[in-house]
């Protein structure tokens, strides 16, 4: 039996109701998630931040394809880290985000990313929270297809 395909989930902290909320349809989808950093303890301690950044990153590792979700567009420090650090390691990246951020996603309007979008690892979409989660499978499902292993 084949293992399933593994993704990571970046967004902003506070918007983990969103990672749970894509962890679950993925994983009905039969995806497994790497890191489930939303359900970690966070405490403002140096080795509590060392550890969480170490199992952030490996989780990264781990991962067949790692999903940016740019709920607050420009906002988010360690998830524009985690991109980096999934395209340094040639990992595959569907970076989402909402209608009114859409100049992330839309090279011929963004600013910061237009370099980063154009390459060929890399999927982007904007859309509603909604059109992103509905369907059966989800359309974050269907993004993420092509990187499927065979």
């Keep these: 039996m084949k293992a399933p395909d593994t993704?990571?989930?970046a967004?902003?902290?506070h918007h983990d109701w969103q990672a749970r909320q894509i962890a679950t349809l993925l994983e009905g989808c039969g995806w497994a998630c790497t890191?489930?950093?939303?359900?970690e303890e966070t405490w403002k301690t140096e080795s509590s931040w060392r550890a969480n950044a170490l199992r952030d990153t490996r989780g990264v590792e781990a991962a067949d394809i790692v999903l940016l979700l740019a709920t607050e567009g420009r906002q988010g420090c360690g998830m524009w880290f985690k991109w980096g650090y999934a395209m340094g390691l040639r990992k595959p990246v569907v970076l989402w985000a909402p209608p009114e951020h859409a100049d992330l996603v839309t090279p011929s309007r963004s600013e910061a990313t237009v370099p980063f979008v154009y390459l060929p690892t890399v999927q982007t979409v904007s859309c509603t929270w909604e059109e992103l989660i509905e369907g059966d499978p989800p359309q974050i499902h269907s993004l993420m297809l092509p990187w499927l292993r065979q």
């Design 7 to 9: 993704f990571y989930i």
């Design 11 to 13: 967004t902003c902290f």
């Design 35 to 39: 890191h489930r950093w939303w359900t």
